[in-house]
């Protein structure tokens, strides 16, 4: 099953990421990109986050004001199944970058404003499976844009 790369997304820091014509991916993650919070976020463990954009429509029909890029992700994708993107699944993004799943992201209070009531707790994995961007690690980097296809390869 293959897809799109919606919107490729960074920051000096912190939410919202906003979107970028193109970015270099490597082990440490996506160039330009950088977190406030290492303890949480960043590393070769947590190089790049990922979101559907099937769930952040959904999200919005919902009433929350999330958009691609506002609740941190670095690649928000379309037409791959969310519910099949789980901890070792790999990802080929374009001709050249590979990654592999480690775990879904925790939210916190900093994504707050993406939702309604400050809700953040709504793509928690542990109380809504399914709904959690995710971290992956990167295996091989290259330059991905938005346009890229992106598909599900068996490790």
Same mark, same amino acid.
């Given at each position: 099953?293959?897809?799109?790369?919606? *919107?490729?997304?960074?920051?000096?820091?912190? #939410?919202?990421?906003?979107?970028?014509?193109?970015? &270099?991916?490597?082990? *440490?993650?996506?160039?330009? =990109?950088? *977190?406030? =919070?290492?303890? /949480?976020?960043?590393?070769? &463990?947590?190089? #790049?986050?990922?979101?559907?954009?099937?769930?952040?429509?959904?999200?919005?029909? &919902?009433?929350?004001?999330?958009? +691609? $890029?506002?609740?941190?992700? /670095?690649?928000t994708t379309a037409g791959i199944d969310w519910d099949q993107v789980k901890a070792g699944v790999r990802l080929r993004l374009g001709a050249d970058v590979l990654l592999e799943v480690t775990r879904p992201t925790s939210p916190c209070? /900093?994504?707050? $404003?993406? !939702?309604?009531?400050?809700? !953040?707790?709504?793509?928690?994995?542990?109380? /809504?499976?399914?709904?959690?961007? #995710?971290?992956?690690?990167?295996?091989?980097? $290259?330059?991905?844009? +938005? $346009?890229?296809?992106?598909?599900?390869?068996?490790?």
């Amino acid at each position: 099953m293959s897809g799109t790369i919606v *919107q490729v997304s960074i920051s000096r820091g912190g #939410v919202p990421k906003l979107p970028v014509l193109e970015a &270099e991916i490597g082990e *440490q993650g996506v160039a330009g =990109d950088r *977190q406030r =919070d290492l303890r /949480n976020h960043g590393g070769p &463990e947590r190089a #790049v986050c990922l979101y559907a954009s099937e769930r952040i429509a959904a999200l919005r029909a &919902e009433g929350h004001p999330i958009a +691609p $890029g506002t609740t941190g992700e /670095n690649i928000t994708t379309a037409g791959i199944d969310w519910d099949q993107v789980k901890a070792g699944v790999r990802l080929r993004l374009g001709a050249d970058v590979l990654l592999e799943v480690t775990r879904p992201t925790s939210p916190c209070t /900093n994504i707050a $404003g993406s !939702f309604a009531k400050g809700d !953040f707790v709504r793509i928690s994995e542990k109380v /809504n499976p399914g709904w959690s961007r #995710v971290y992956a690690r990167v295996i091989t980097g $290259g330059t991905v844009r +938005p $346009g890229d296809t992106i598909a599900l390869e068996d490790a």
